[in-house]
């Protein structure tokens, strides 16, 4: 017995003739989509999106190599073909530092190690922390959502632009609709409410990344999980089961006690 993968479905009030197919191919949550319109897929963009390993898998001859170079998910596939690998991207992959400091020259690891802090937004706010204010990169930083509180006390240095994708930004933005760059809002997964009250200002090219365009659809995931409620039901109804102690854990016979 198995259970089924989250079904997604875009949110009714998005049409999807409005959104960009390149954009979409990136997004965690159209796979279903996706998988329904394959001649629309931009196998470079999808080779970005850490939820399309199987279909790259299923597709290697498509796979953009210096785009997976950047897929937090594809570890595997990059290890096993490092030498179609760039390394300058795996800059931005939050998993692959073990694999820049294993399979880069000392020369091209030292810059890596010094530089990789600036785009993994964790570590650039421990860094934040212990230098001077002057020497803060503030596009960075107005971006980083664990920097919200301090960014809200340093209102005079945030990047309103690089904000509004700021995910925890929102309740802020709310407040103050006229500092919104409406760009990179659209983006932002948090602004989803924001933007369906403001449909005139969508930038529809962004909101086709935007992975809360997308929520789970109970009714496919329902049916498809039927399979699984039929076998379930047997297995616990089965005569050697029903007829034992009635204070009997059926349950954790199947499942185990975790």
């Known amino acids: 017995?198995?259970?089924?993968?989250?079904?997604?479905?875009?949110?009714?009030?998005?049409?999807?003739?409005?959104?960009?197919?390149?954009?979409?191919?990136?997004?965690?949550?159209?796979?279903?989509?996706?998988?329904?319109?394959?001649?629309?897929?931009?196998?470079?963009?999808?080779?970005?999106?850490?939820?399309?390993?199987?279909?790259?898998?299923?597709?290697?001859h498509l796979i953009d190599w210096n785009a997976l170079s950047q897929n937090p998910n594809a570890i595997h596939l990059l290890q096993a073909n490092i030498t179609k690998v760039k390394s300058s991207n795996?800059?931005?992959?939050?998993?692959?530092?073990?694999?820049?400091?294993?399979?880069?020259?000392?020369?091209?690891?030292?810059?890596?190690?010094k530089e990789f802090k600036f785009y993994q937004h964790s570590l650039y706010w421990n860094y934040c922390q212990k230098i001077p204010k002057e020497d803060i990169d503030w596009r960075l930083l107005s971006a980083n959502p664990l920097a919200i509180d301090f960014l809200l006390d340093n209102k005079h240095e945030i990047l309103w632009r690089y904000f509004s994708g700021n995910p925890n930004a929102i309740p802020f933005l709310e407040e103050n609709p006229h500092?919104?760059?409406?760009?990179?809002?659209?983006?932002?997964?948090?602004?989803?409410?924001?933007?369906?009250q403001n449909p005139h200002k969508i930038d529809w090219f962004q909101l086709s990344k935007n992975p809360s365009?997308?929520?789970?659809?109970?009714?496919?995931?329902?049916?498809?999980?039927?399979?699984?409620?039929?076998?379930?039901?047997?297995?616990?109804?089965?005569?050697?089961?029903?007829?034992?102690?009635?204070?009997?854990?059926?349950?954790?016979e199947l499942f185990g006690d975790d």
């Open 213 to 252: 365009i997308f929520e789970l659809d109970y009714e496919t995931m329902r049916t498809n999980n039927q399979e699984f409620y039929e076998d379930l039901v047997k297995e616990v109804m089965k005569p050697s089961r029903v007829f034992k102690n009635p204070h009997y854990d059926y349950l954790e």
């Open 90 to 113: 795996l800059l931005f992959n939050p998993n692959a530092l073990k694999l820049v400091m294993t399979n880069s020259n000392k020369r091209i690891t030292v810059k890596f190690i």
């Open 179 to 196: 500092l919104i760059d409406w760009f990179r809002l659209s983006a932002n997964p948090n602004a989803i409410n924001l933007l369906q």
């Open 1 to 60: 017995m198995s259970v089924n993968k989250p079904v997604f479905k875009l949110k009714e009030w998005i049409p999807v003739s409005r959104l960009n197919w390149s954009q979409l191919s990136k997004n965690p949550n159209a796979i279903n989509l996706l998988e329904q319109h394959p001649h629309l897929i931009d196998w470079k963009e999808l080779s970005y999106n850490p939820n399309a390993i199987h279909l790259l898998e299923q597709n290697p």
